[in-house]
């Protein structure tokens, strides 16, 4: 049985720094394409950032502009999304996904095949 758990999800003031692990078990994600999502207020089910299986590529959400990182440890079979510089509408709910994405762009929530119950983000002074 497949199974993401997201961890690090807290209040953080504006400007501070979050980082969020997802956690799998019963799939190898070496092997797979690997993403974070988020819902926010205004966006339900915005990709944050992939990497996919398909060439290795990263992709970020426009939105990003370089505040966030997207990692990954193979040997743990963790990964994980270093946020900077977050702001007010960075608030939401985060959600890890994984699948085998047949192509390169990934930030699709609805492509993957497995996702995480999602981690509270909350960006407030």
């Known amino acids: 049985q497949v199974q993401l758990v997201e961890s690090g999800g807290d209040l953080v003031q504006p400007g501070g720094s979050l980082k969020l692990s997802c956690a799998a078990s019963g799939v190898p994600l070496e092997s797979y394409t690997i993403g974070w999502f988020r819902q926010t207020s205004e966006k339900e089910r915005e990709g944050v950032s992939c990497?996919?299986?398909?060439?290795?590529?990263?992709y970020y959400g426009t939105f990003v502009k370089g505040r966030f990182t997207i990692s990954r440890d193979d040997d743990k079979n963790t990964f994980y999304l270093q946020m900077t510089s977050l702001r007010p509408d960075d608030t939401g709910v985060y959600f890890c996904?994984?699948?085998?994405?047949?192509?390169?762009?990934?930030?699709?929530?609805?492509?993957?095949?497995?996702r995480g119950k999602g981690t509270l983000v909350t960006v407030s002074s």
């Open positions: 990497i996919s299986n398909h060439d290795g590529s990263t």
């Open positions: 996904a994984t699948g085998t994405y047949g192509t390169s762009w990934c930030l699709n929530y609805y492509g993957m095949d497995y």
